[in-house]
């Protein structure tokens, strides 16, 4: 059977990185994302949608989210969705023993049967950090998934959300469906197990970049494929305009990588280098080309101006006063040309970054 391993939606987050009007159409699309990842398992016979915590932000997501996260879910009801809470959803409460094809979990082992398949969850609390591990008997000639949401670490330092993987080494487990890291990873723990993270389903600020989506689970070929899904890419991008030779060069450099990266995304660009001319307008040329094509962009410009300290170094005037006093100190080329940058900035009556 074919089963679908998401976890962190995050839904109901606030998206405090964007501006007003971005966030509020960030928020409508996390929630339809899961609408989407449900008509994903319908057109794709997958029957069941493991969701591994914190699928809501916290525990004061506002009604409407809520009820229409769960109204998805009985409006499906030829899915089973089970739902292990994380710590960001753990305290939220859960009245919905009406919606049969919920299926939870709470802090002692609970398994759900489909054939030959079983999957496992627990949820961590304090009760159960230690005995967890050796609580857990698993038939060997069953496909074994367990879920579990945290932290995986070598020793124990936050006792609540971290997971001593190797504990679970030998388990006759095949897979381990993990929450709570917001990027794709994937590793072997021995022969047979598996064990993934999925990742967020979306993207949500600029430490949230890279590709998003979920794992589709093979049980039968033994196969865990990442699916990338997230309706829009998050992106930060470092682009360096030292080989430029004027403004214009530069503009054309920023326009052509602006145009390599995916329409419709989000993006935070940092211009930065070392030029010898001006590059006044570059920051408005780029801004005008990229607001476009992109949903919400950020651009920072990292940039100075390298002094030809040679054209004033004879200079009788302040300027040239200040730049032989510069050039006597023991400071490396670099440094010596950010400080004739800024010096000579102030001269000009410019303000100056510390
Ligand atoms: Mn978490």
């Not at 915590?53 to 879910?73: L, M, P, T």
């Not at 590793?187 to 949500?204: M, V």
């Not at 989000?266 to 070392?274: D, P, S």
Request: hydrophobic share 35%.
């Amino acid at each position: 059977m074919k089963i679908i391993h998401t976890a962190d939606l995050h839904i109901g987050s606030s998206f405090k990185e964007l501006p007003e009007n971005v966030r509020k159409i960030r928020k409508i699309e996390l929630l339809k994302s899961f609408q989407s990842l449900v008509d994903y398992a319908k057109n794709n016979s997958i029957k069941v949608i493991l969701l591994a915590g914190d699928i809501f932000d916290n525990d004061k997501v506002n009604k409407s989210d809520k009820e229409f996260f769960y109204d998805i879910i009985s409006n499906n009801a030829d899915i089973d969705f089970l739902y292990l809470r994380g710590n960001h959803d753990i305290k939220s409460l859960i009245n919905r023993t009406d919606i049969s094809n919920l299926k939870l979990f709470n802090n002692d082992w609970k398994e759900y049967i489909y054939d030959n398949v079983v999957i496992s969850g627990i949820e961590l609390d304090d009760s159960n950090l230690t005995s967890l591990y050796t609580s857990l008997n698993l038939n060997k000639n069953n496909f074994n998934i367990v879920m579990i949401h945290g932290q995986i670490v070598n020793s124990i330092s936050n006792p609540k959300y971290d997971i001593k993987i190797d504990k679970f080494k030998d388990k006759f487990i095949d897979y381990i469906a993990l929450g709570h890291i917001h990027s794709y990873s994937q590793n072997a723990l021995d022969n047979r197990t598996i064990y993934a993270y999925p990742g967020c389903l979306q993207g949500r600020g600029f430490d949230e970049t890279g590709e998003k989506g979920f794992i589709e689970i093979d049980t039968e070929a033994k196969t865990y494929t990442f699916k990338k899904f997230a309706k829009r890419e998050i992106y930060k991008v470092e682009l360096d305009i030292s080989s430029t030779k004027s403004e214009y060069e530069a503009y054309i450099l920023v326009k052509k990588k602006i145009n390599s990266l995916h329409s419709d995304a989000i993006i935070q660009l940092i211009i930065k280098g070392k030029v010898d001319y001006d590059f006044t307008n570059l920051e408005l040329l780029v801004k005008e080309e990229i607001k476009e094509n992109f949903l919400y962009s950020e651009i920072k410009m990292n940039v100075i101006k390298k002094v030809k300290y040679q054209d004033y170094e004879n200079d009788i005037s302040l300027r040239g006063e200040v730049i032989r006093e510069i050039l006597k100190r023991d400071f490396d080329e670099d440094t010596k040309n950010e400080i004739l940058s800024d010096c000579l900035k102030l001269l000009d009556g410019e303000e100056i970054d510390l």
